[in-house]
């Protein structure tokens, strides 16, 4: 079977935890799965010799083959076992395609970064509410697994301070609270950041008190994509975790429901909601919204184009800048095309420090709610845009052409630049290549 290698607290472990509990409860994960805890021993003795990556999820396929990284994980799940999709059909369904694609984005590059901000916020010393003791146990539960608990407690705390400098993260950020500084987040943006993750929050509890999922009764893409800050980050952890059930319930609802792990209230997709006939009898009927299906017709719900509108009012700008400045990047002399580049979000990546940091070449100012910053050029998310513009492309190759799109995208100030995303990226190609990244030559 396919084994998931996993951490419960980590953000895209739990995207993918749920999307192969989905395919596996509806029979279309072959083989099915394991979660299998990815303890220090295992990452030293096992990840890193097979996938060149520490980093989780990963999963080993039943042939042996090696998947790291969470979009690419579903690519090769999709694609080897097509049943139950997750992702719409870009050539009979351009609009919800396009949308699924948008909103993973939004959720894996730019909501991670107030998520992230809320569990090392209140990790800090002195914070009151403080969740620090719950952190220091998940994270000791991999550190040291298997260990009693006030050993995998202690296991945690000490790598805090280790790793993170978390006693001086204000004075001297090393690790997650530099990799805060890196993502642009400091005294002056700190608030806009929790105010568009208000923002977006407030925007799904709208929209699901109408819908079970984001394109209607059955979960994609989108729904798996927003699931990895909203579970580990922001239900699982004790503050913000506390504020979401309070503030945001239908929210935690969905948490449940798109977790995959058989909460009955949640109506999770393929469950069923029973009456009584006239003669006592058990009925069964569909339990999710909208039939159990996504929208007819390659509908958009109209509760989700306020999200959507997030994406081409915050993200949107920070892509296209980030493309303009890669592309200068890899045409000057401190790059040769087909060379390394950063890797994945977080902090910078090392070795490349002196440019994704301070002035760096692969840096840029951006804008978030009104407050100006700077932060760090992140090659990965163009190669997450050249999944959209693949896509989009498709999608423009079907049947109905490209009015669907058209329609869809003319909703949105910015929305039709989107046509244009193949001349931006033409000249900052991006190759993956297992864990890393590589300019194309």
Same mark, same amino acid.
């Given at each position: ?58 999963? *080993? ?16 799940? *999709? ?36 998520? #992230? ?27 040291? &697994? ?13 790598? #805090? ?46 929209? #699901? ?22 579970? +580990? ?29 058989? +909460? ?96 760096? &070449? ?80």
């Amino acid at each position: 079977m396919y084994r998931l290698f996993s951490w419960e607290h980590s953000y895209f472990s739990g995207k993918i935890r749920a999307y192969m509990r989905y395919k596996d409860r509806h029979g279309a994960l072959g083989p099915g799965f394991e979660d299998v805890l990815a303890s220090a021993d295992l990452i030293q003795g096992l990840l890193l010799p097979r996938s060149g990556s520490g980093a989780v999820p990963q999963i *080993e396929t039943p042939d042996g083959t090696w998947v790291q990284d969470s979009s690419e994980i579903i690519d090769y799940c *999709e694609s080897a076992h097509p049943e139950t999709p997750v992702v719409p059909d870009p050539a009979t369904r351009p609009r919800q395609c396009l949308a699924g694609y948008l909103i993973e984005l939004l959720a894996d590059e730019w909501i991670v970064v107030p998520a #992230f901000w809320e569990r090392w916020y209140f990790s800090e010393n002195g914070r009151s509410p403080s969740h620090r003791g719950f952190n220091e146990q998940q994270w000791g539960a991999v550190l040291a &697994a298997g260990a009693p608990g006030d050993v995998r407690r202690s296991a945690g705390a000490a790598f #805090f301070e280790a790793a993170f400098g978390i006693s001086e993260s204000r004075t001297s950020p090393r690790g997650v609270y530099a990799g805060l500084v890196h993502l642009g987040v400091d005294a002056n943006t700190e608030p806009a950041w929790q105010a568009s993750q208000h923002r977006i929050l407030g925007l799904l509890e709208t929209h #699901f008190g109408q819908h079970d999922y984001v394109l209607g009764g059955r979960p994609s893409l989108a729904d798996f994509g927003l699931l990895a800050p909203l579970y +580990a980050h922001l239900y699982r952890d004790a503050v913000p975790g506390f504020a979401l059930r309070t503030h945001f319930p239908l929210v935690c609802e969905w948490v449940e429901r798109t977790n995959g792990e058989g +909460a009955l209230n949640a109506r999770m997709y393929g469950q069923k909601l029973y009456s009584l006939d006239s003669d006592g009898q058990l009925v069964a009927r569909v339990a999710t919204s909208d039939g159990g299906e996504w929208l007819s017709d390659d509908a958009i719900p109209e509760t989700l184009l306020p999200l959507l509108d997030v994406f081409f009012e915050e993200m949107w700008p920070v892509l296209e800048s980030s493309a303009r400045v890669l592309t200068d990047f890899i045409a000057s002399d401190a790059h040769t095309p087909g060379d390394e580049l950063p890797g994945k979000t977080f902090t910078a990546t090392p070795g490349f420090e002196a440019l994704q940091t301070g002035e760096g &070449a692969l840096t840029h100012e951006f804008e978030i709610g009104g407050v100006r910053g700077r932060r760090m050029v992140i090659p990965y998310q163009i190669w997450m845009l050249q999944r959209v513009a693949a896509v989009l492309a498709r999608g423009m190759d079907g049947p109905a052409g490209r009015a669907p799109l058209e329609e869809l995208l003319g909703r949105f100030a910015r929305g039709k630049e989107l046509f244009e995303l193949e001349a931006l990226l033409a000249g900052c190609g991006v190759r993956k290549q297992r864990a890393l990244l590589y300019s194309k030559s």
